[in-house]
């Protein structure tokens, strides 16, 4: 079957376009959201098998061939990446049933994740840059509508920012493959690295790679443009704000990964260092936010910030194993990042409240939310032998490796910090005396402890299966090191 | 000779939408601006007719019927703000 | 205040007819010609505020009893469908086939695939617009 790797966006889109018929019968949206994530699920495994047995698949859409028509490339990388945010999505789906709402469920709820799942699959799949462009707002036009749907004020606040923010760096975006296109006169993303290797490096493509960073660290939220990012996520109801935090973010990281890679390696000096500065920045920035506050999604949001920075500076550094370090910390971050929200949102539901200071306490009644909870944080900050430990060991090596001391550093000392920032909350949540909440036993705990259950029993099978995953992600690094496997695979030569 | 005609009848056009265009911006009521943007847009109409002829070609054709059309909705729904307030009533007999 | 929309009313539904036609021609116009889904759906969606700003949204849901949501999801289902198909032939996604066939009044005629997805298109886009257009043009 040679379409396969388009499975993982159709079936979410026939799925979306299906529910748009029956937005008042909220049984049957929740059971066909589920059935069709587990199938989007299924066969992006299917595809990563078929990946790492058979190498690069492509598809030329509409038989258009290579260089000339959009190509659909799915590598190991877009593979897991694409099965990474299926697993996600299905959990927040599950965890939205007890959590989202009904008036939110009759108002198109379930088909807009869906469209969300097409436009981050996409962008993970799609080998054309202005095919890129065009996932990336399918993905933003359904966040525009996830930020709002429901109406409270913070959010109609917050969505104008979010929106502006997003048009002004959707149009660089096009500015920037315009620009791209007048010097190497090609969209296809192999196509390009080609001409670009062949053209050499031209002071023009120093200025279109940071044009690029410039659009990508919107959307990523790397140091001096992160500053919408606090606010408009602080604003969606959790299972929301999970989607975004995990998938959003890191479509902006994987791009600069992608593009930063495949094409502007030739001018590594300039490039690779203002991205390496940025990441640190980033970091400390991030790290100052998540120990500042003692609310619990601002905590964690903050927690968002150092990630990317992370996985900026092991972009940055740009050895193979750094590369490596970068692809196992992107997957193992989206996982535990979804599985955070998702249990602090149960947190919340229960205390009703975002305010650490006014908790306490619930580890007497909830114990298993409790230890989950535990897990998570300690994967969060990389403690072994959970799964971000790996990760952020290949980083720091290959940081050190190149001589980025100061670099490596800072990513050792972010760890305590995020290993801090949770455990505040683990402290002053689950530990203390405990409190009487109004309206606690109404809350449905264990069915929405269960995704974010879910998630983490994901999060440690990824990392004590790090023996089992490691060919497949060096398999990923190597499309990343040697563009010419990449190239190769697409034009077929 | 004709195409001298027609290039003197661009500028002519040209300067009669500027025209419209103080209108436009200086115009003390909201009539005068409204009557100011339907000029405008037949004024368009013209200048493509125009440059049709000039060039010779029949593609501007459909371009000519679908600006008429939309500057003929878009002055409708002006007038109808203007007289009622409002532009789509729920039911008008209530 | 009553007012006397006579002359208004009487136009639009002559011009009402005249816009639908020329919404089809440019649908069919893109398949060789500037034109095409986008801007047919456009021009169809021009006709049906034509009626709405003449009439009222209630008349005008009476004469179409259409939900514009729903004409969103048939007109996805139709431009998904299209490109799908290519998977049961198993040939790469969005593979459109064409052939000159010949029609009892239109003569030698090429029909292809790409104009189904086009319809999809134009539903879609009649969709959203009367959609938006309504939410934001009702006064209450």
Known sequence: ????????????????????????????????????????????????????????????????????????VSDTLSALLVTTSSLITLSVILYSFRSIGEARERFYYYPIVQFLLVGVNGAFTTGDIFNLFVFFEVMLMASYVLIVIGGTKIQLRESIKYILVNVISSALFVIAVAMLYS????????????????????????????LFLIVFGLKGAIFPLYFWLPGSYYAPPVPVLALFGSLLTKVGVYSILRSYSLFFY?????????????????????????????DVKKIIIYNIIIAVG??????SVATEESYMGTVFYTIHDMIVKAALFLLIGVMIKIT?????????????????????????????????????????????????????????????????????????????????????????????????????????????????????????????????????????????? | ??????????????????????RLIKGPTVPDRIVALDAIGINLVAMIAVLSMLFRTYVFLDV???????????????????????IIENDRNH | MKTNDVILQTTSKVVFFIIILFAIHLFFAGHYHPGGGFVGGLMTSGALVLLLLAFDIKTVAKGFPIDY????????????????????????????????????????TSLHTAMLFDLGVYLVVIGVTMTIIQTIGESE
């Open chain 1, 183 to 210: 010097v190497v006169g090609s969209l296809n993303m192999a196509d390009i690295s080609q001409r670009i290797a062949q053209i050499g490096s031209l002071p023009i493509l120093t200025v279109i790679a940071v």
């Open chain 1, 352 to 493: 009703g409240t975002n305010d650490l200071r006014k908790m306490g306490g619930l580890m007497k009644k909830y114990p298993l939310l409790g230890w989950t909870f535990l897990v998570a944080a300690f994967a969060l900050a990389g403690i072994p032998p959970l799964s971000g430990f790996v990760g952020k060991l290949l980083i720091v090596r290959g940081g050190l490796a190149e001589g980025a001391y100061v670099g490596s550093l800072i990513v050792l000392l972010s760890s305590l910090v995020v290993l801090y920032s949770v455990i505040k909350i683990f402290m002053n949540g689950f530990w203390k005396a405990p409190k009487d909440y109004p309206g606690e036993e109404n809350q449905p705990v264990l069915s929405l402890w269960a995704p974010g259950a879910l998630l983490v029993l994901a999060s440690i099978l990824y990392g004590v299966g790090a023996e089992v995953m490691y060919p497949i992600i060096s398999q990923a690094t190597d499309a990343l090191v040697h563009p010419a496997i990449y190239i190769d695979a697409v034009l077929k030569e």
């Open chain 3, 69 to 108: 949501k729903i004409l969103i999801g048939i007109g996805l289902l139709f431009a998904i469908g299209t490109a799908a198909g290519a998977l049961v032939f198993n040939v790469p996604f969005f593979t459109h086939v064409f052939g000159d066939v010949y029609l009892p009044i239109f003569g030698e």
């Open chain 2, 64 to 86: 000519i019927l679908l600006l008429g059309i939309l500057s003929f909705i878009g002055t409708t729904a002006f007038s109808k703000f203007l007289e009622k307030g409002e």
């Open chain 1, 266 to 294: 030739h001018d590594q000096a300039f490039t690779h260092e203002l991205l390496g500065i940025l990441a640190i920045i980033t970091i400390i920035v991030g790290c100052i936010g998540a120990i500042a506050y003692w």
């Open chain 2, 1 to 22: 000779m004709l195409v001298i005609a027609m290039q003197v009848s661009l500028v002519l056009i040209t300067i009669a939408m500027l025209g419209f265009i103080y």
């Open chain 1, 310 to 315: 992370v996985l900026t500076f092991g972009i």
């Open chain 1, 1 to 72: 079957m040679i379409n396969l790797l388009v499975l993982p966006l159709l079936i979410p889109l026939v799925t979306a376009a299906l529910l748009i018929f029956l937005p008042k019968s909220i049984r049957v949206q929740r059971a066909v959201s589920v059935v069709s994530a587990i199938g989007t699920l299924a066969a992006s495994i299917v595809l990563l098998l078929t990946v790492k047995d058979n190498g690069i698949q492509t598809v030329n859409v509409g038989s258009w061939d290579a260089p000339f028509g959009i190509t659909l």
